[in-house]
């Protein structure tokens, strides 16, 4: 399985994007998914997780309420609105699939799958 993230940019503070994880090569339909991010030097933080139907959803507290994470298993893509964006979400955004699709993960050790990121810079 191959993931390609889109949909990353330059954006004031307060403004929105939508990032989107294309699946390739194999159905991710079964498989629970993530978005994560990481800059340069620092370590990988969870940003959000969906289980293979969306019945489960998790969010790290900093994106509570701004985020929204949403998948289209019939399209195999991944999605993530953000929204009230704020200059500390500046970062590389990675999508990544897990085999195990039942219970999403916090934990990016648990993903079997990811793509190379897309950068995500807002300004003040």
């Known amino acids: 399985v191959q993931l390609v993230e889109s949909g990353g940019g330059l954006v004031q503070a307060g403004g929105s994007l939508r990032l989107s994880c294309a699946a390739s090569g194999g159905t991710v339909s079964s498989y629970a998914m993530g978005w994560f991010r990481q800059a340069p030097g620092k370590d990988r933080e969870f940003v959000a997780a969906?289980?293979?139907?969306?019945?489960?959803?998790y969010y790290a507290d900093s994106v509570k309420g701004r985020f929204t994470i949403s998948r289209d298993n019939a399209k195999n893509m991944l999605y993530l609105e953000m929204n009230s964006l704020k200059p500390e979400d500046t970062d590389i955004y990675y999508c990544a699939a897990d085999l195990q699709g039942n219970v999403p993960s916090y934990y990016g050790a648990n993903y079997d799958f990811w793509g190379r990121g897309t950068e995500v810079t807002v300004s003040t």
């Open positions: 969906i289980n293979w139907n969306g019945a489960t959803i």
